[in-house]
């Protein structure tokens, strides 16, 4: 009987290593099919999943509650487990090199609990190679097996988009890869449990690798094309999202916008392949050009503010600046690598002390993280310059009247910084608003 048949047959357990975005809505999907061990080695959040709280947000606290995972920090539940999935974060440093430490501890923790016969399946973003040259040595040295012998290895590339209700495990084609024909096969089935749309083949690990990391350094490309181009259109007065509008009515024409491009992966996925190119000899040019522009846009929306309030009269030094949205993107609690923090560190250069509302954003993360203590929508008032940095739902319904409420009463033109053009910038009369949009 296949590894797999015992899985159905509840003889053998899956363990979901990594209860993040990622990892935790893998678990519930699987545990509705099969038995699932979800572990986590941060106690907190596990105790949060068992009183049947989503922190994510990404599944909703019923689904929590209904749900037969196993949820523990316990990693001594692993042992009870035959085919286990690796989906813990792969950062980058501050030099913007890899940060395999999470992935690497995670293959620690799971090698000291590896019994035979075992499948590890990987999910984290890499670079090819990253599965195999990296992470199997780990497991073979702390469970003592040999990889090919007493265990096999696959890889599988997360595709969960944090907040996205729409792309969801269940509607996407999930790329599936093994280090040999028989373990492929396992994984192709163990997945195709949870991943309806059907599983791509992958020929190699590589190749599954590779496929996951350009698809974000992709995306990241041609975001930085169109922030490069809002930068040029500001400079001829030209509104660019009315000139994407009208580009985007030609049949071929690719639907990016300009924006902040944070989070763990579009910001974060590029560095993985420039690195490993640059370990072979080639340095990126395209990719490295892009990453450059995206990395520098939350300056360039704080110095485009602070130019809209001096061209207003309005007095620069100690000026009450409200951000409104900290997280990486919008309906979404995550702040990790949020780029809203370059707009709020640079606004401190010119001697701001900005206010920062998120209603959805993780308060303790953000605290943790950078030290920000966020206000309320009630403290934004008597403002200089108000911007709206993030497109939340709770922002989307704020009409003009209500946004007058938040400047001083003195206050002539409203400074007023639209990032994602969310409102109708033809409700801001020129006479009371100085409006901008990326």
Known sequence: MSLYERLLSGEEKLSLVGLGYVGMPIAVAFAKKIKVVGYDFNAEKVALYKKGIDPTREVGDAAIKETSV????????????KFHVVAVP???????????????????????????????VYESTVYPGVTEDVCVPILEKESGLKCGVDFKVGYSPERINPGDKVHRLETITKIVSGMD???????????????????????????????K????????????????????????????KSVLEAAGTKWNFLNFKPGLVGGHCIGVDPYYLTYKAESLGYHSQIILSGRRINDD???????????????????VKGARVGILGFTFKENCPDTR????????????????DPIVVDPTADSDEANRLYGIAFDTMDDIHDMDAVIVAVAHEEFLGITTEDIKKWYAPSRGKRVFLDVKGIYNKNEFDEAEFAYWRL
């Open 70 to 81: 196993d949820f523990t920090a316990d990693p001594e539940k692993l042992r009870e487990c």
């Open 90 to 120: 792969t950062p980058v440093n501050e030099d913007h090199t890899p940060d395999l430490t999470p992935v690497e501890s995670a293959s620690r923790t799971l090698g000291k609990y590896l019994t035979k016969g075992s499948i590890v």
């Open 181 to 211: 024909k028989e373990t492929l096969e396992e994984v192709a089935n163990v997945y195709k449990l949870v991943a309806l749309a059907g599983v791509h083949e992958a020929e190699s690990i590589k190749v599954a690798e590779a496929a």
């Open 213 to 240: 990391v350009i698809e974000n350094s992709q995306r990241d490309i041609n975001i930085a094309f169109m922030n490069e181009l809002s930068m040029i259109f500001h400079k001829m007065d030209i509104d660019t």
């Open 297 to 315: 846009m939350g300056k360039y929306i704080a110095e485009s503010c602070v130019k809209k309030m001096i061209a207003c009269d309005v007095p």
């Open 337 to 352: 690598n949020t780029k809203v923090i370059d707009i709020y560190n640079e606004l401190k250069e010119y001697g701001i």
